[in-house]
């Protein structure tokens, strides 16, 4: 008793009578003489407080001994003010980033009951880049978002603790599970960080994300596209990952039901969009262009007819004219709609972005047809003039 009255005055009075760096050595002696949970809490806290990294070898010499005292502790008061304790020492080590840590943080990480410990333990491991650990975080982070424990609020505390840790060590192997966790279980507030730690983490995901992209289902496709086209992989490769994702979305048609139709549909528009917005040219993407606009509903066939405008290329510009002789074929069956002049026109005025000779053919086909509406007509002589 009389050695934790001296404790409480000597920690008392010190930030008066010492200077800094003297206070460090003194609390650590303080810490070497307390008795109880509560009065190391008191004098790590002190010593964490202080913000001199020189007392971080005596904080992790603390650590060691609570993980390996954990086993002895009482359920109860005693339980929740050793994990106090815990969650002070982890917190400095991890501000001071004291690698030599990090074994006995990842002890709490296994060994904690408490979820905010283990979290902090995570968040700390992270900070030091305590990179040996990755693989094990990420593996952690991925069971959780697969099998959601019974106790949900303390497992999105350490969902929330490993994608931070993740986020901080720049792993490549936290990519995977981040981008599960932000489409998990978990609330907005751990899938919102999920997700801004993928660009963190890998700054040009194009590698992983065509492997993801062989396998997903469409909803997980439209995502990792999003996510290639805001990233910073260079521009080849999000074309790459733009057409992949447009074959994706054409191999999996139909779909089973209406709901992964309308998903894949989706997809496909999504894909060529970000052809569009890339300026994309490549000849080996007309194909694709061409069997979505055959597959799809009116909406789609319109971006797949913007699509293979920019485009600008021989194989663009041959799907082209195919399109634009069957709609006027149709149109001149006597097979008018709304729909179908819409299209007719669009594919017009996409004939004169293309700007390939070889559309002439059709076009004058267009022009020349009695049967077909004055605003076809002189679109079509529009687009004539565009491309000669």
Same mark, same amino acid.
């Given at each position: 008793m009389r050695k934790a009255i001296l404790a409480a005055v000597a920690l008392a009075a010190l930030p008066l009578a010492l200077a800094a760096d003297e206070r460090v050595r003194v609390y650590a002696f303080i810490l070497d003489q307390a008795d109880t949970i509560a009065q190391k809490h008191a004098a790590a806290a002190a010593l964490a407080e202080l913000g001199d990294e020189s007392a971080a070898p005596r904080l992790a010499d603390l650590l060691d001994e609570l993980v390996a005292a954990r086993s002895a502790v009482r359920r109860g008061s005693e339980t929740e003010d050793y994990e106090r304790l815990t969650?002070?020492?982890?917190?400095? #080590?991890?501000?001071?980033?004291? *690698?030599? &840590?990090?074994?006995? #943080?990842? =002890?709490? +990480?296994?060994?904690?009951?408490?979820?905010?410990?283990?979290?902090? &333990? $995570?968040?700390?491991?992270?900070?030091?880049? &305590?990179?040996e650990f990755a693989e094990r975080i990420a593996l952690l982070l991925r069971n959780l978002t697969m099998t959601p424990p019974a106790d949900r609020d303390g497992a999105e505390k350490v969902a929330y603790g490993a994608v931070l840790a993740l986020e901080r060590m720049r792993s490549p192997v936290g990519f995977s599970p981040l981008f599960s966790a932000s489409e998990g279980w978990y609330?907005?507030? +751990?899938?919102? %960080?999920?997700? =801004?730690?993928?660009?963190?983490v890998l700054p040009d995901p194009s590698a992983e994300i065509k492997a993801m992209m062989a396998v997903d289902l469409s909803p =997980? !496709?439209?995502?990792?596209?999003? #996510?290639a086209m805001r990233s910073q992989a260079p521009v080849e490769s999000k074309r790459e990952i733009a057409s992949l994702a447009l074959a994706r979305g054409i191999a999996m048609s139909p779909g089973r039901d209406r709901p992964e139709q309308v998903s894949l549909a989706t997809l496909r528009v999504e &894909?060529?969009?970000?052809?569009?917005?890339?300026?994309d040219k490549a000849d080996a993407n007309a194909a694709l262009l061409a069997e979505a606009y055959r597959i799809g509903p009116t909406d789609e066939r319109l971006v797949a007819l913007r699509a293979l405008g920019v485009n600008g290329g021989a194989a663009a510009a041959e799907a082209l004219s195919s399109i634009i !002789?069957?709609?006027?074929?149709?149109?001149?069956?006597? #097979?008018?709609?709304? *729909?179908q002049n819409s299209l007719m $026109?669009?594919? $017009?005025?996409?004939?004169?972005?293309?700007? %390939?000779?070889?559309?002439?053919?059709?076009?004058?086909?267009? %022009?020349?047809n009695p049967k077909l509406s004055s605003s076809i007509t002189r679109q079509a002589g529009q687009s004539l003039r565009a491309i000669e």
């Open positions: 969650r002070v020492v982890v917190k400095a #080590l991890g501000d001071w980033r004291y *690698t030599n &840590a990090a074994p006995a #943080l990842y =002890r709490v +990480v296994e060994d904690s009951a408490d979820p905010l410990s283990r979290a902090e &333990a $995570l968040i700390a491991l992270g900070s030091m880049r &305590a990179s609330s907005r507030r +751990v899938k919102e %960080q999920a997700e =801004r730690s993928l660009e963190v =997980r !496709i439209v995502k990792s596209l999003a #996510l &894909a060529m969009n970000a052809l569009v917005s890339l300026a !002789i069957s709609l006027n074929n149709d149109l001149g069956a006597g #097979l008018v709609n709304q *729909t $026109l669009a594919a $017009l005025q996409n004939a004169a972005v293309n700007k %390939q000779k070889s559309l002439a053919a059709a076009l004058i086909l267009v %022009q020349n």
